[in-house]
């Protein structure tokens, strides 16, 4: 932000750009409204460039908010121009738009001076560098998101059909959704009676469980689990269920069983995909230290932050995921804290996935959790804990992808920097 350049304030909008050039006080120099893409906002770039000269400015610096995919664009057009480019966040906006005038007034005219002032008062960042194998990776991360979504609808649908027209069913296994056995015998049953369960009942619990085992062959299992192949065979006999609904919900479970299997196939190949660009970025090696978090875990974490090395701090990831604590006090009034819930809701979830690998096989995550929900004093809750261990690993994450070091124990409970020795970092 030098003072030699002017700042181009943009409102980013389908076809409808406000472009306004201030100075550093905020003074606007120009104005302009147009009406066209964001791939053909050049000539509205020269139009400020050529303002800013005329004033005395050497160059400019572009100003918008990261909304969508346009910013991206005006980075490349501002890149070509070889102009300067920050970005103003959504929130901040928000709030100082009500600042203004504590009024909620909202015009593309005052969203772009006010975009020009912020970035006048410095309250404005860096957006992440263009870079062909980070982004492919976040494409590849937001893809897999997309899956797991479909997947866990998909098992919400099943289980909500199933109560209604046949309850019997999720009782014949502890975890039904979980078990191959189980979905592979519910895809028996739905692909061959059409709601009608007699016609399956008849079969024979021997000739029932051959078409079981030839299902699990075809999704790549061997051995089904006897004792649920059973138990749904005895289920159909269940008179449980609205009868008149069945035909046309077992129509339904069998489209949902095929978008979720073409989901979890595709979950493999993404997440294949995305375990080689870690490779690529000759990382997996240095993330897997991390005992519990699995590459794909790590490369999840990685597609929503992008290179960390563009991080200034470690906390400053952590708040970027808003994963970090939020104080209220006041004089002698000491409210309770809160996450802040600002920043990628995506890398929040990414970073909780990790959490219950870690628990499990990280022997300092596990007994910084026990400590924080055993303690006597300020004792934590299991979900506030598994909240700072899924900061921890976040923070450590960046120690280890910025300088190249793989994840030290000792130095991750403190031994390292002379202090008594501490649970966790």
Not at 26 to 49: E, I, N, Q, Y
Request: proline letters at 4%; glycine letters at 8%; a positive charge.
């Amino acid at each position: 932000m030098p003072t030699s350049n002017a700042i181009v304030g943009i409102d980013l909008a389908d076809v409808k750009q406000m472009v306004v050039v201030c100075d550093h006080d905020s003074r606007v120099l120009a104005r302009r409204t147009f009406r066209c893409k964001a791939w053909d906002l050049g000539p509205a770039l020269d139009w400020a460039a050529g303002h800013a000269a005329r004033h005395g400015f050497t160059g400019v610096t572009l100003a918008c908010e990261p909304t969508g995919h346009r910013w991206r664009i005006l980075d490349q057009l501002a890149a070509d121009r070889g102009m300067s480019f920050v970005c103003v966040q959504p929130t901040m906006s928000a709030w100082a738009r009500k600042s203004e005038d504590l009024t909620f007034d909202k015009t593309d005219d005052k969203d772009a001076v006010l975009i020009a002032r912020m970035t006048a008062q410095l309250r404005c960042y860096l957006p992440e560098p263009a870079d062909e194998t980070w982004g492919r990776l976040r494409h590849l991360g937001n893809r897999r998101d997309e899956l797991l979504e479909i997947h866990g609808s998909s098992v919400h649908r099943l289980r909500d059909l199933l109560e209604c027209v046949w309850p019997a069913a999720l009782a014949t296994a502890a975890y039904p959704f979980r078990s191959t056995t189980w979905v592979a015998a519910l895809a028996v049953i739905t692909g061959r009676d059409g709601g009608d369960l007699d016609r399956t009942r008849r079969l024979g619990a021997d000739r029932f469980e051959r078409m079981v085992r030839a299902e699990m062959v075809r999704r790549g299992k061997v051995r089904p689990c006897l004792r649920i192949v059973r138990n749904l065979f005895t289920a159909l006999s269940d008179p449980a269920g609205v009868h008149t609904h069945r035909p046309g919900a077992f129509e339904r479970i069998a489209w949902v069983l095929g978008d979720w299997d073409r989901a979890r196939t595709q979950q493999v190949d993404v997440e294949a995909q995305m375990v080689a660009v870690l490779d690529e970025l000759e990382l997996t090696h240095l993330v897997t230290t991390i005992p519990g978090l699995s590459p794909v875990g790590a490369a999840a974490i990685l597609a929503h932050t992008g290179d960390l090395r563009r991080f200034t701090s470690a906390r400053a990831v952590v708040k970027h995921a808003g994963l970090a604590p939020r104080e209220r006090m006041s004089g002698t009034f000491t409210g309770k804290a809160r996450l802040t819930g600002a920043g990628r809701p995506e890398l929040r979830t990414a970073a909780w996935r990790a959490v219950w690998g870690c628990l499990q096989t990280n022997k300092v995550y596990a007994a910084r959790y026990r400590h924080l929900t055993t303690r006597e004093t300020n004792k934590l809750k299991a979900t506030q804990a598994q909240t700072v261990i899924a900061g921890a690993i976040l923070r450590q994450l960046h120690a280890v992808v910025v300088h190249r070091q793989a994840w030290d124990p000792a130095i991750a409970t403190g031994h390292a920097r002379g202090q008594e020795p501490l649970v966790a970092a």
